[in-house]
């Protein structure tokens, strides 16, 4: 029987593109998300993931709950019985962090251990019932029963702050994050890892993404930023289409070809791809494992916008600015490892990034909203 896996924060951008490719893998998502990255649809669904069923041809389970709520988290484990959970539920954007580090550390932090909490611990010598059996038609020490114990959490490059070498592998030092986001990642990351040295039945992939970006080739589903995009890419789009005078590139003095930043772009359909991997990973009893999720590949903010400008026919205005604090000037990975251990490779390059993210934004140019 088909494994069910629960998604938090599965509305969102990458969780959308994850529970499509989990429904197209043949398992049985389950999706929590609170709206508040995430436009409402028709169905009582959010309309990415109504989208996600359109594009599937296969329903899936919604709830709308916030992972903080614990009385909520509970309720769900007594509904269904889970084989793994893939956590993506949190607020990600790192210039608000540093404004409201709080509460980025109130729902981040926060949600993060109500959810661990709430996976059951399993009882032993239990051998229990097929996957999706709800827990309220079982004997009521059930629940303990339902142990999930297996988790892939959404974690970012940022963990690595400031690279003391290129390409960053899985051993550079973390930790030294420059903001509230990043240290978030980095101490759910710790707390994961903790946990799985203390009870051994725990089984943890981290995965370290690095730029999504991108879309389903559809262009039905894909980034919708809510009001100013925090990404360069959703922004150089939303000039592409009209909707942003010009871009703003923060600095051209950093050591790099051009002087613009470096990063590495990943396509969002390749980071959800790498979950699956992951999922498949977990059922080795794998322990805590790490992997970054990148191309290897950097290129520089004008190189984008050049990538853009050809994806689109359109040109794309920008304006060199001061630089950004918190910025550096190169970023991209090392994906050998997720290459050995996880048979996950990225398949897509620069033009088909961008090809599909300008479908996406043709298609919808406000996004998921009708407005």
Partial sequence: MAETILVTGGAGYIGSHCVLELLQAGYVPVVIDNFHNAIRGSEELPESLRRVQEIAQRPLLFQELDITDEAALQELFRKHRFSAVMHFAGLKAV???????????????????????????????????????????????????????????????????????????????????????????????????????????????????????????????????????????PYVAQVAVGRREFLSVFGNDYKTDDGTGVRDYIHVVDLAKGHIAALKKLKENCGCKIYNLGTGTGYSVLQMVRAMEKASGREIKYRITARREGDVASCYADPALAERELGWKAAFGLDKMCEDLWRWQLQNPTGFSKN
Wanted: glycine fraction near 10%.
């Fill in 95 to 233: 210039g608000e962090s540093v404004q409201k580090p709080l509460e980025y550390y109130r729902v981040n932090l926060t949600g993060t251990i109500r959810l661990l909490e709430a996976l059951p611990a399993p009882v032993e010598g239990w051998h229990g019932a097929q996957s999706g059996i709800s827990a309220g038609h079982c004997p009521s020490q059930t629940m303990k029963a339902h142990g999930v114990r297996n988790i892939v959490f959404s974690s970012s490059a940022t963990v690595y702050g400031d690279p003391k070498y290129l390409p960053l592998d899985e051993k550079h030092p973390v930790g030294g994050c420059t903001n509230p986001y990043g240290k978030s990642k980095f101490f759910i990351e710790e707390m994961i890892r903790d946990l799985c040295r203390a009870e051994r039945d725990w089984n943890a992939v981290l995965l370290r993404y690095f730029n999504p970006i991108g879309a389903h080739e559809s262009g039905m589903i894909g980034e919708d930023p809510q009001g100013i995009p925090n990404n360069l890419m």
